[in-house]
């Protein structure tokens, strides 16, 4: 089973800032979307960014103007830059890729933020 393959996580002050990476495995072909989601402690896992073009992409309230998404297609790599990072921001980040197929996950990396 494809699986991506995320790191970055740590831990972190609140202020600080942190950048997740996520490898696209090279069999995953026409990508309809790419993002990542974060699941805290009880809660339901939620969207945080969503990029379906270039220009198409959606970040969730609570992360806009700290959040950007990008990626290098050079190495196949989706980054998640996260600056001005704050305690509530705590949780369980998945990179996630869909292609005409199928639907993929990581494993997840664990980001804390200390107030």
């Known amino acids: 089973q494809v699986q991506l393959v995320e790191s970055g996580g740590g831990l972190v002050q609140a202020g600080g800032s942190l950048r997740l990476s996520c490898v696209l495995p090279?069999?995953?072909?026409?990508?309809?979307?790419m993002g990542w989601y974060r699941q805290a402690p009880g809660k339901q896992r939620e969207p945080v960014v969503i990029l379906t073009t270039a220009t198409n992409i959606v970040y969730g309230d609570s992360v806009k103007g700290r959040f950007t998404i990008s990626r290098d297609i050079s190495t196949n790599i989706v980054y998640l830059q996260m600056n001005k990072l704050r305690p509530e921001d705590t949780a369980v980040y998945y990179c996630?890729?869909?292609?005409?197929?199928?639907?993929?996950w990581g494993q997840g990396t664990q980001v804390t933020v200390s107030s």
């Open positions: 090279g069999s995953i072909f026409r990508i309809t979307s």
């Open positions: 996630n890729v869909r292609d005409t197929v199928d639907n993929y």
